[in-house]
């Protein structure tokens, strides 16, 4: 009987071993089309992108700083003139209709305000007469919506401010957490 079972049991063991290794084999894929991930914000040719914010202001993809508001584009980046979402006007929003070529996007981000109808639509029908679309946003949402539509080469730009507060998320604390732990690293020499 102990036989049997010694006998069963390597035979469970070979047949799983097989088994594992034509899976392991049919997995590796060696063939044209594989799946690639391309990160945007290290593209050089993709433009400028925004990697980070603050409420102090933004950090691009080119390791560039810029304190306070700004108005980027898809190759050049300024300062803002504005102060809050309150100082949003005619006048303010006036860059982005002399500009050439002319942008098919603008996108406004707020920092975290809370957007009313009748903000967005005093932004939206200044816009409309020079035949320009608009997005009203949160800072957050407006830098990712920006980064998206200038990765898809389209001519946008963004009007943002920076947020009061940042909100933080399990990712940002781990992150924070490995730092500090490596800070009490010490190197082997």
Same mark, same amino acid.
């Given at each position: 009987?102990?036989?049997?079972?010694?006998?069963?049991?390597?035979?469970?063991?070979?047949?799983?071993?097989?088994?594992?290794?034509?899976?392991? *084999?049919?997995?590796?894929?060696?063939? @044209?089309?594989?799946?690639?991930?391309?990160?945007?914000?290290?593209?050089?040719?993709?433009?400028? !992108?925004?990697?980070?914010?603050?409420?102090?202001?933004? *950090?691009?993809?080119?390791?560039?700083?810029?304190?306070?508001? !700004?108005?980027?584009?898809?190759?050049?980046?300024?300062?803002?003139?504005?102060?809050?979402?309150?100082?949003?006007?005619?006048?303010?929003?006036?860059?982005?209709?002399?500009?050439?070529?002319?942008? @098919?996007?603008?996108?406004?981000?707020?920092?975290?305000?809370?957007?009313?109808?009748?903000?967005?639509?005093?932004?939206?029908?200044? !816009?409309? *007469?020079?035949?320009?679309?608009?997005?009203?946003?949160?800072?957050?949402?407006?830098?990712?919506?920006?980064?998206?539509?200038?990765?898809?080469?389209?001519?946008?730009?963004?009007?943002?401010?920076?947020? !009061?507060?940042?909100?933080?998320?399990?990712?940002?604390?781990? *992150?924070?957490?490995?730092?500090?732990?490596?800070?009490?690293?010490?190197?082997?020499?």
């Amino acid at each position: 009987m102990n036989v049997l079972q010694g006998v069963g049991r390597i035979a469970h063991q070979s047949l799983r071993r097989t088994i594992c290794t034509s899976l392991a *084999r049919r997995s590796t894929y060696e063939s @044209d089309g594989k799946t690639s991930v391309t990160i945007l914000n290290k593209e050089a040719d993709a433009g400028l !992108m925004i990697n980070s914010y603050s409420q102090y202001g933004f *950090r691009l993809n080119n390791d560039m700083v810029v304190i306070g508001p !700004m108005a980027i584009f898809s190759r050049t980046v300024l300062s803002w003139n504005v102060e809050s979402h309150e100082d949003i006007n005619d006048a303010s929003l006036s860059l982005f209709c002399a500009i050439e070529p002319k942008i @098919d996007v603008l996108v406004v981000g707020i920092g975290d305000h809370t957007i009313t109808p009748a903000f967005s639509k005093k932004i939206i029908d200044f !816009m409309k *007469r020079y035949k320009i679309n608009v997005e009203v946003l949160g800072t957050e949402q407006a830098c990712s919506t920006f980064n998206f539509l200038n990765a898809e080469n389209r001519v946008v730009a963004a009007a943002l401010i920076p947020p !009061m507060t940042i909100r933080v998320n399990e990712d940002d604390l781990m *992150r924070k957490q490995i730092e500090v732990s490596r800070s009490f690293e010490v190197a082997d020499k």
